[in-house]
């Protein structure tokens, strides 16, 4: 009986091929180039948390200082106690209006994708093309149409006067038509023939199917919406209805280079609901970046 030879175990000083030195190389010239890119577009933001905790007597002080000799935490606590300030408020309208601007949209533009995509009416290839050459006029030249409107219906300093005039966007029928059109239409015809109505097929059926592009309109709407300053700058007057951008930005006009720690104390609170909505989402948002090219 022959016995048999041991396996031979693989030496790990054995070259490595040709295709994955080049890789290795290729990954270490792409690190490179990415980590002082990093360090420059991070450096803002670190700055901008250095200033929030530095005392006022060290923000201007030579030579320049990248962290602060005596940090300190007031000028967080005056940005939540100063009478003159509502940051809370603030954060709260912010909240409700970006929230509201979000749900509508998604509400309001699916159905109109859905009936672009799928109903069958006079005209309707011909107003979705006309929709898509709105989408070239520049916000200023309906601004003071949409603010004359906004008076008519007596919506100044209210929520409805910042929500509304975004909800119906023409990207987002756009985006969810060019989902629905992707959706096979058997699934459709084999619901109708069970009885189900186009409203029912609409929202138990091709609704779940595009929750991709449903979360990357909610990407889109959310964080337009959050960081929107020029249409709430405009509808928005009284202190308590301002949003959160709008407030900071009046923070800044009025405080200025007196007080930049608390400026930055602001726009670092500001940020942090950003930076929880892209860890909450981050992988709908690298998804979001390949969705050019679904069928149209």
Known sequence: MSAT???????????RSPIRRRRSRASAWLYAFLAPLAVVIGFPFYW???LSITPPNEIYRWPLRFFPATPTLDNYVQLFTRQDLQIGRWFINSVVIATSETVLTLLVCSLAAYGFARLEFPGRDQIFYSLLFALMVPTQVTLIPTFLLIRMFGWLDSYQGVVLPGVAGVFGVFLLRQFFLSLPRELEEAAVID????LRIYWRIALP??????VALVIFVFLGSWNN????????NRLEMRTLTVGLTVLRGAYGADQMGLVMAGAAFASIPVLVFYAVFQRQI???ITLTGLKA
């Not at 199917?209 to 449903?214: D, E, S, V, Y």
């Open 229 to 236: 300053l020029f249409w709430p700058l405009i509808v928005l």
């Open 5 to 15: 030879l041991p396996a031979q175990p693989v030496r790990s000083d054995a070259p």
């Open 286 to 288: 690298l998804q979001s």
């Open 209 to 214: 199917l595009i929750r991709a592009g449903l």
């Open 48 to 50: 901008m948390l250095a």
């Open 195 to 198: 009885g189900a109505s186009r």
